[in-house]
Protein backbone atom coordinates (compact mmCIF):
# COMPACT_ATOMS: atom_id res chain seq x y z
CA UNK A 1 0.00 0.00 0.00
CA UNK A 2 1.11 3.50 -1.14
CA UNK A 3 -0.02 6.91 -0.05
CA UNK A 4 0.19 9.68 -3.15
CA UNK A 5 -0.71 12.97 -2.41
CA UNK A 6 0.86 16.71 -4.25
CA UNK A 7 0.64 19.64 -1.81
CA UNK A 8 -0.40 22.98 -3.34
CA UNK A 9 3.15 24.05 -4.69
CA UNK A 10 3.37 21.17 -6.88
CA UNK A 11 5.27 18.58 -4.80
CA UNK A 12 4.09 15.01 -4.84
CA UNK A 13 4.98 13.11 -1.89
CA UNK A 14 4.60 9.08 -2.18
CA UNK A 15 4.21 7.39 1.05
CA UNK A 16 5.33 3.48 1.37
CA UNK A 17 4.39 1.18 3.54
CA UNK A 18 6.66 -1.58 2.97
CA UNK A 19 10.59 -0.81 1.29
CA UNK A 20 10.10 -3.25 -1.59
CA UNK A 21 7.17 -0.95 -2.47
CA UNK A 22 9.21 1.98 -2.70
CA UNK A 23 11.99 0.26 -4.47
CA UNK A 24 9.63 -0.89 -7.44
CA UNK A 25 7.40 2.53 -7.06
CA UNK A 26 11.44 4.57 -7.61
CA UNK A 27 12.58 1.71 -10.59
CA UNK A 28 9.48 2.22 -12.31
CA UNK A 29 9.39 6.32 -12.38
CA UNK A 30 13.11 6.15 -13.40
CA UNK A 31 12.09 3.98 -16.26
CA UNK A 32 9.29 6.37 -17.26
CA UNK A 33 11.54 9.25 -17.14
CA UNK A 34 14.09 7.54 -19.34
CA UNK A 35 11.49 6.51 -21.70
CA UNK A 36 10.30 9.86 -22.64
CA UNK A 37 13.35 12.11 -22.63
CA UNK A 38 14.98 9.49 -25.22
CA UNK A 39 11.93 9.62 -27.00
CA UNK A 40 12.21 13.37 -26.78
CA UNK A 41 15.67 14.26 -27.19
CA UNK A 42 17.52 10.82 -27.69
CA UNK A 43 19.15 11.12 -24.60
CA UNK A 44 18.73 10.99 -20.71
CA UNK A 45 20.67 12.73 -18.36
CA UNK A 46 20.47 12.12 -14.78
CA UNK A 47 22.95 13.07 -11.82
CA UNK A 48 23.04 10.51 -9.10
CA UNK A 49 23.98 10.89 -5.22
CA UNK A 50 25.24 8.83 -2.73
CA UNK A 51 24.09 7.20 0.52
CA UNK A 52 21.52 4.99 0.41
CA UNK A 53 19.72 5.99 -2.63
CA UNK A 54 21.78 3.39 -5.03
CA UNK A 55 20.43 0.51 -3.23
CA UNK A 56 17.00 1.87 -3.22
CA UNK A 57 17.63 2.09 -6.96
CA UNK A 58 18.72 -1.77 -7.21
CA UNK A 59 15.54 -3.15 -9.19
CA UNK A 60 16.79 -1.36 -12.42
CA UNK A 61 19.30 -3.90 -12.78
CA UNK A 62 16.59 -6.29 -12.59
CA UNK A 63 13.90 -7.59 -15.58
CA UNK A 64 12.21 -5.78 -17.04
CA UNK A 65 13.92 -2.93 -16.84
CA UNK A 66 17.62 -4.27 -17.04
CA UNK A 67 16.50 -5.73 -20.61
CA UNK A 68 13.85 -2.52 -21.70
CA UNK A 69 15.75 0.64 -20.84
CA UNK A 70 17.75 1.79 -23.40
CA UNK A 71 20.99 2.15 -21.13
CA UNK A 72 22.99 2.92 -24.36
CA UNK A 73 21.05 6.55 -24.21
CA UNK A 74 22.21 7.42 -20.05
CA UNK A 75 24.52 9.74 -19.39
CA UNK A 76 25.33 9.58 -15.95
CA UNK A 77 26.78 12.64 -13.90
CA UNK A 78 26.99 12.75 -9.65
CA UNK A 79 25.18 15.83 -7.78
CA UNK A 80 28.05 15.96 -5.34
CA UNK A 81 31.17 13.88 -4.91
CA UNK A 82 33.58 13.20 -2.14
CA UNK A 83 37.15 14.19 -3.62
CA UNK A 84 38.72 11.21 -3.16
CA UNK A 85 39.98 8.26 -5.15
CA UNK A 86 37.61 6.23 -7.17
CA UNK A 87 38.20 3.42 -6.05
CA UNK A 88 37.78 4.62 -2.23
CA UNK A 89 34.97 3.55 0.36
CA UNK A 90 34.00 7.03 0.75
CA UNK A 91 33.51 7.34 -3.17
CA UNK A 92 30.01 8.32 -4.69
CA UNK A 93 31.97 7.08 -7.94
CA UNK A 94 32.38 3.81 -6.42
CA UNK A 95 29.10 3.14 -5.06
CA UNK A 96 27.15 3.79 -7.94
CA UNK A 97 29.53 1.47 -9.91
CA UNK A 98 29.43 -1.10 -7.51
CA UNK A 99 25.93 -1.03 -7.23
CA UNK A 100 24.37 -0.28 -11.05
CA UNK A 101 26.88 1.01 -13.31
CA UNK A 102 28.75 -2.75 -13.47
CA UNK A 103 25.25 -4.33 -13.87
CA UNK A 104 24.30 -3.00 -16.82
CA UNK A 105 25.13 -2.03 -20.22
CA UNK A 106 25.82 1.53 -19.62
CA UNK A 107 28.51 3.27 -22.35
CA UNK A 108 31.82 3.93 -19.97
CA UNK A 109 32.09 7.31 -22.08
CA UNK A 110 29.06 8.20 -20.95
CA UNK A 111 29.85 8.28 -17.31
CA UNK A 112 31.35 11.58 -15.89
CA UNK A 113 32.88 11.18 -12.97
CA UNK A 114 34.55 13.95 -11.51
CA UNK A 115 38.61 14.52 -11.67
CA UNK A 116 39.59 13.10 -7.97
CA UNK A 117 43.42 13.90 -8.56
CA UNK A 118 43.28 17.32 -8.19
CA UNK A 119 42.14 19.75 -5.32
CA UNK A 120 38.46 19.81 -4.66
CA UNK A 121 38.68 24.01 -6.39
CA UNK A 122 40.00 22.27 -9.47
CA UNK A 123 37.50 19.39 -9.38
CA UNK A 124 34.49 21.86 -9.20
CA UNK A 125 35.82 24.11 -12.18
CA UNK A 126 36.90 20.82 -13.91
CA UNK A 127 33.20 19.18 -13.58
CA UNK A 128 31.79 22.29 -14.66
CA UNK A 129 33.68 22.73 -17.69
CA UNK A 130 32.42 19.32 -18.75
CA UNK A 131 29.18 20.14 -18.23
CA UNK A 132 28.87 23.31 -19.89
CA UNK A 133 30.72 21.33 -23.08
CA UNK A 134 28.20 19.16 -22.81
CA UNK A 135 24.96 21.77 -22.63
CA UNK A 136 26.78 23.22 -25.97
CA UNK A 137 26.18 19.92 -27.64
CA UNK A 138 22.61 19.61 -26.41
CA UNK A 139 23.05 16.02 -24.39
CA UNK A 140 22.17 18.39 -21.54
CA UNK A 141 19.17 20.35 -22.09
CA UNK A 142 19.70 24.11 -20.89
CA UNK A 143 16.97 26.33 -18.97
CA UNK A 144 14.75 28.01 -20.89
CA UNK A 145 14.54 31.21 -17.86
CA UNK A 146 18.29 31.42 -16.87
CA UNK A 147 21.82 29.70 -18.81
CA UNK A 148 21.46 26.69 -16.26
CA UNK A 149 21.82 23.09 -17.20
CA UNK A 150 18.68 21.08 -17.25
CA UNK A 151 18.87 17.56 -16.18
CA UNK A 152 16.71 15.34 -17.37
CA UNK A 153 16.63 13.71 -13.91
CA UNK A 154 18.77 14.51 -10.55
CA UNK A 155 18.03 11.86 -7.45
CA UNK A 156 19.18 13.30 -4.17
CA UNK A 157 19.12 11.29 -0.52
CA UNK A 158 18.60 13.46 2.57
CA UNK A 159 20.67 13.96 5.57
CA UNK A 160 19.11 13.99 9.23
CA UNK A 161 20.63 17.58 9.46
CA UNK A 162 18.32 18.29 6.15
CA UNK A 163 21.29 18.12 3.82
CA UNK A 164 21.09 17.15 0.49
CA UNK A 165 23.89 16.54 -1.84
CA UNK A 166 26.60 18.64 -0.14
CA UNK A 167 24.61 21.60 0.36
CA UNK A 168 24.66 21.40 4.57
CA UNK A 169 22.31 23.72 6.76
CA UNK A 170 23.56 27.40 7.44
CA UNK A 171 27.06 26.88 4.88
CA UNK A 172 27.92 29.82 2.66
CA UNK A 173 27.66 27.36 -0.73
CA UNK A 174 23.42 27.64 -0.08
CA UNK A 175 23.77 31.16 -1.32
CA UNK A 176 25.55 30.19 -4.63
CA UNK A 177 24.49 31.83 -7.57
CA UNK A 178 26.56 31.90 -10.52
CA UNK A 179 28.59 28.54 -10.23
CA UNK A 180 26.87 25.55 -11.58
CA UNK A 181 29.23 23.22 -9.59
CA UNK A 182 31.30 24.59 -6.42
CA UNK A 183 33.27 22.82 -3.51
CA UNK A 184 33.86 22.73 -0.36
CA UNK A 185 36.38 21.82 2.15
CA UNK A 186 35.11 21.93 5.23
CA UNK A 187 32.28 19.34 5.36
CA UNK A 188 30.42 19.13 8.61
CA UNK A 189 30.29 15.41 7.32
CA UNK A 190 33.40 13.54 6.29
CA UNK A 191 34.82 13.48 4.47
CA UNK A 192 35.93 17.34 4.11
CA UNK A 193 36.70 18.11 0.43
CA UNK A 194 33.83 18.01 -1.25
CA UNK A 195 32.18 19.41 -4.75
CA UNK A 196 28.31 19.61 -5.36
CA UNK A 197 26.08 20.93 -7.59
CA UNK A 198 24.43 24.33 -6.59
CA UNK A 199 20.99 25.40 -5.82
CA UNK A 200 20.30 26.83 -9.62
CA UNK A 201 21.47 23.54 -11.18
CA UNK A 202 19.26 21.14 -9.32
CA UNK A 203 16.33 23.79 -9.22
CA UNK A 204 16.29 23.97 -12.91
CA UNK A 205 16.13 20.18 -13.40
CA UNK A 206 13.27 18.68 -14.85
CA UNK A 207 12.78 16.23 -12.43
CA UNK A 208 14.11 16.38 -9.07
CA UNK A 209 13.20 13.05 -6.69
CA UNK A 210 14.51 13.20 -2.96
CA UNK A 211 14.44 9.53 -1.72
CA UNK A 212 14.27 9.00 2.03
CA UNK A 213 14.16 5.88 4.79
CA UNK A 214 13.97 5.50 7.99
CA UNK A 215 13.49 7.61 11.48
CA UNK A 216 16.41 8.91 11.87
CA UNK A 217 15.18 11.16 8.69
CA UNK A 218 11.36 11.85 10.28
CA UNK A 219 12.40 15.23 11.82
CA UNK A 220 14.17 16.49 8.55
CA UNK A 221 10.92 15.40 6.38
CA UNK A 222 8.65 16.77 8.27
CA UNK A 223 10.91 20.20 8.48
CA UNK A 224 11.23 20.05 5.11
CA UNK A 225 7.91 19.07 3.68
CA UNK A 226 5.63 20.45 6.51
CA UNK A 227 4.89 24.25 7.31
CA UNK A 228 6.92 24.60 10.33
CA UNK A 229 6.56 28.24 10.83
CA UNK A 230 9.03 31.03 10.33
CA UNK A 231 11.25 30.88 13.58
CA UNK A 232 12.34 27.21 12.18
CA UNK A 233 15.36 27.63 10.37
CA UNK A 234 15.22 27.03 6.68
CA UNK A 235 16.86 23.31 5.44
CA UNK A 236 18.95 22.90 2.41
CA UNK A 237 16.10 20.17 1.38
CA UNK A 238 12.97 22.97 1.73
CA UNK A 239 15.08 25.04 -0.72
CA UNK A 240 14.58 22.55 -3.79
CA UNK A 241 11.63 23.74 -5.54
CA UNK A 242 11.91 23.32 -9.25
CA UNK A 243 11.49 26.22 -10.84
CA UNK A 244 9.28 24.69 -13.74
CA UNK A 245 10.12 20.87 -13.30
CA UNK A 246 8.23 18.44 -10.87
CA UNK A 247 9.99 17.68 -7.69
CA UNK A 248 8.81 14.22 -5.77
CA UNK A 249 8.99 12.90 -2.56
CA UNK A 250 9.63 9.01 -1.89
CA UNK A 251 9.49 8.52 1.69
CA UNK A 252 9.20 5.11 3.82
CA UNK A 253 6.79 4.75 6.33
CA UNK A 254 9.65 5.59 9.60
CA UNK A 255 10.60 8.59 7.66
CA UNK A 256 7.17 9.95 6.70
CA UNK A 257 6.34 9.56 10.64
CA UNK A 258 6.62 12.62 11.79
CA UNK A 259 4.68 14.65 8.91
CA UNK A 260 1.66 16.35 9.74
CA UNK A 261 -1.27 14.38 9.68
CA UNK A 262 1.19 11.32 9.96
CA UNK A 263 1.51 8.64 7.05
CA UNK A 264 -2.04 6.85 6.18
CA UNK A 265 -2.20 4.66 3.14
CA UNK A 266 -4.73 3.90 0.86
CA UNK A 267 -4.79 0.83 -1.52
Not at 36 to 55: D, N, P
Not at 145 to 171: E, M, R, T, W
Not at 199 to 213: D, F, G
Not at 228 to 245: E, H, I, N, R, S
Request: proline share 6%; charged share 25%.
Amino acid sequence: MALSGANKDGREVRIYEYLDELNTDLAEYIAELSEASVKERGVFAIALSGGSLISLMGKLCEAPYSKTVDWAKWYIFWVDERVVAKNHADSNYKLAKDGLLSKVPIVPSHVHSINDMVSAEKAAEDYEFVIRQLVRTRVISVSDISDCPKFDLILLGLGPDGHVASLFPNHSILEEKEEWVTFLTDSPKPPPERITFTLPVINSASNVAIVVTGSSKAEAVHSAIDDVGPDCPTLPAKMVQPTKGNLVWFLDKAAASKLDGGAKFSE
